[in-house]
């Protein structure tokens, strides 16, 4: 590893980045039973279009264009689609997020139709409610995977989570709770949103009242401020970015040259000691600080934590048993949303890399190699799924990873995927890798074709890629100091 290239590592950074986008920007939320009075809900009488800048560290990056309209039938419905340029690791790419919705007259949730397409990658979620289910069909466009969802409640969904904290009539300092629904994993989540006083906030050249709020999200922090009429005219987010209401003609122009800071750095963590060759160490003892809550994934396999210190100590390839996976492990073989091991195309790709007779191991090596050499190593926009990268072969350490746990599953082998931090030329860089069970479990990389991989990669979440949704509660907290190295 120490004689690779160190760009070819891309960090996770840029895909949370997108995630935050997704959520915030999607917004499908169960509010809790208690969370709204009826008779204290208002109308939103919204601008049937408004227009909003996208900046990062005051430096324009994209736009949106939000409309907003009632229908005869007494239903709204709603469109926004959003254009950005995400500079990583030196690349600059555009995306493009489309979401239509139809609400019902208390601005409850009818169906929506949101899609992401990047230069390579397109994602795509849409669903209904019908009585007490929630309808999804969500995956690659040209595959969409059906999910029933049960739902007590009707979802919500606005212009985003804060209009729904606005029709509720929050009082100052007051807070509220809410679930929100993300398509990408197909889970629900809890968002807080707590009404701050009131500022008056400079837009379009005009001093405006607002109203203002706060949504912390999983330790992520959040705020809007909003017009009288509800219309959202400011919002502020993580990593420096924040949205502005402008004119047409404002929004319209182009973007900055040279487009954002890169994420992938400004979310990356210095280190306090230079480390030639991580390959060549067996142990890492770093001391964590600025966690009010330690992701769960910190915690087992090679990882020893204990009042703040953590330990990594190297897997030896030597320690591998012919344990075959109980049925505890059956579930780390079964396809998901983003990782179709099922899918024909992946059973035949694995099918033509290893043999059914191959060991577990055998089987391991043969394909994290081929994952390594297949895949072209660019930073991607994208929600990562497997059929996609395998068409595609291209994409950073999430494709790798969602690939290689779908090529794993489709082997028999029981994998999961693992985000977190590796270290590169100086810095820990937000990455994702995986684990698979050879008797017991082994972190491999593909991205670095590393069976085991280095002690320097520390693992904070461990799943099927959602869980990725964890780092936000870490992302600009987290401090590392390393300790030691054993070789």
């Known amino acids: 590893m120490g004689k690779m290239k160190w760009h070819i590592v891309w960090g996770v950074g840029i895909t949370v980045v997108f995630l935050i986008l997704l959520i915030v920007r999607l917004e499908i939320f169960q509010e809790k039973p208690t969370a709204i009075e009826p008779d204290r809900q208002v109308d939103i009488s919204r601008p049937p279009v408004s227009w909003m800048n996208i900046y990062q560290d005051r430096k324009k990056i994209g736009f949106i264009r939000r409309t907003f309209h009632k229908l005869d039938n007494g239903r709204i419905q709603t469109e926004e689609n959003v254009t ?5 690791m030196g690349v600059s790419q555009m995306l493009n997020i489309a979401t ?5 007259a208390d601005m409850t949730f009818s169906s929506f139709h949101f899609l992401l397409h990047s230069s390579l990658f397109r994602f795509q979620a849409k669903g209904y409610v019908e009585k007490d289910k929630l309808i999804v069909y969500a995956g690659v466009p040209s595959a ?3 999910t029933v969802l049960p739902v007590k409640n009707i979802p919500h969904i606005s212009g985003n989570i804060y209009e729904a904290a606005f029709r509720g009539r929050l009082g100052i300092n007051q807070k509220r709770i809410f679930s929100i629904f993300d398509p990408s994993t197909l889970g629900m989540r809890e968002i807080s949103v707590t009404r701050h006083p009131d500022e008056v906030i400079l837009i379009m050249g005009k001093r405006i009242l607002t109203q203002k709020f706060c949504a912390d999200f999983m330790g992520a922090k959040n705020c809007a401020w909003l017009a009288k009429d509800g219309e959202t005219l400011k919002e502020s987010g993580m990593l420096g970015m924040t949205l502005e209401k402008v004119s047409a003609k404002t929004a319209q122009e182009g973007l900055s040259q040279g487009g954002s800071a890169d994420f992938t750095e400004i979310a ?4 306090n000691v230079q480390i030639d060759d991580p390959s060549a160490i067996s142990s890492l003892v770093v001391k ?4 009010q809550e330690l992701p769960l994934g910190i915690f087992g396999g090679r990882q020893k934590y204990s009042r703040g210190i953590l330990t990594i100590t190297r897997e030896s390839a ?3 048993t012919s344990q075959e996976p109980d049925a505890s492990l059956q579930k780390y073989l079964q396809p998901s949303l983003l990782v179709q091991a099922n899918a024909p195309e992946i059973k035949k790709q694995a099918q033509a890399i290893v043999a059914s007779a191959d060991a577990s191991h055998v089987k391991i090596k043969k394909i994290v190699t081929w994952v390594h050499k297949s895949i072209e190593k660019k930073p991607s926009l994208s929600v990562p799924n497997a059929l996609e990268v395998l068409k595609n072969k291209t994409g950073d350490c999430n494709e ?3 690939l290689t746990a779908a090529l794993l599953r489709a082997a028999g082998i029981p994998a999961q995927i693992e985000t977190g931090l590796v270290y590169m030329k100086g810095r820990f860089y937000y990455h994702a890798w995986n684990t698979a069970y050879d008797g017991r479990w082994i972190t491999v990389d593909t991205v670095l074709n590393q069976i085991p991989a280095d002690v320097t990669h520390i693992r904070l979440t461990r799943g099927d890629g959602g869980e990725q949704l964890d780092l936000l509660g870490v992302m600009g907290k987290l401090k590392l100091e390393v ?5």
């Open 84 to 88: 950005l340029q995400i500079n990583t």
């Open 100 to 104: 239509e919705t139809e609400l019902n």
């Open 144 to 146: 969409l995977e059906k």
């Open 268 to 271: 990356s963590i210095p280190s």
């Open 288 to 291: 964590l600080e600025g966690l």
């Open 318 to 320: 030597s320690e591998r």
């Open 400 to 402: 790798h990873a969602v």
């Open 483 to 487: 300790l030691s190295t054993t070789k």
